[in-house]
């Protein structure tokens, strides 16, 4: 009995936690939206100068440019979340990229030239 009770209350978390994840995509990141809004060229130059030493390479767990497996989640949360912490820091990624003279439109460009190049469009 007490088994059975385990594996109900197992089940019933299961679905919660689903439920969760499909709470967050309705924050999807359009394109046309992104580009609207965040300078993208400048972005790119950002990205290169700064943001590529570890996202690049992967280094001290950086999720890789483009590696969609670990972007994916991420952008569901929206570019105001991925934003926050590019400026703010987020464990082992340092504020603004270790880059304290970055403004918060410089950072925001950055992570807009991320998101924009790996954003795949929906069918
Ligand atoms: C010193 C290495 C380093 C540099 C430089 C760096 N990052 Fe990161 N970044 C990381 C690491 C490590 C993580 C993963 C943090 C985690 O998920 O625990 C990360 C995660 C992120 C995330 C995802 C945050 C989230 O909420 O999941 C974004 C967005 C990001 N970086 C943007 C940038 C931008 C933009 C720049 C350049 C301005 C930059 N990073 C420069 C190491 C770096």
Redesign the pocket.
């Known amino acids: 009995m007490m088994r059975f009770v385990a594996v109900c209350s197992l089940i019933f978390a299961f679905i919660c936690s689903a439920q969760i994840v499909s709470a967050l995509e309705i924050a999807p990141i359009e394109k046309a939206a992104l580009r609207a809004k965040y300078n993208i060229p400048q972005g790119k130059d950002?990205?290169e100068r700064?943001?590529s030493?570890?996202?690049d390479s992967g280094?001290?767990?950086?999720?890789k440019f483009c590696d969609l497996t670990d972007w994916k989640p991420?952008m569901l949360?929206g570019m105001e979340?991925?934003?926050k912490?590019?400026i703010d820091g987020?464990?082992?990624?340092?504020a603004?990229?270790?880059?304290e003279s970055?403004t918060l439109a410089e950072?925001s460009d950055?992570?807009a030239y991320?998101v924009d190049q790996c954003l795949v469009e929906p069918k």
């Open positions: 950002i990205y700064v943001c030493n570890c996202h280094v001290m767990e950086a999720p991420r949360l979340h991925l934003v912490h590019t987020f464990n082992n990624m340092p603004k990229g270790g880059m970055l950072s950055a992570v991320m």
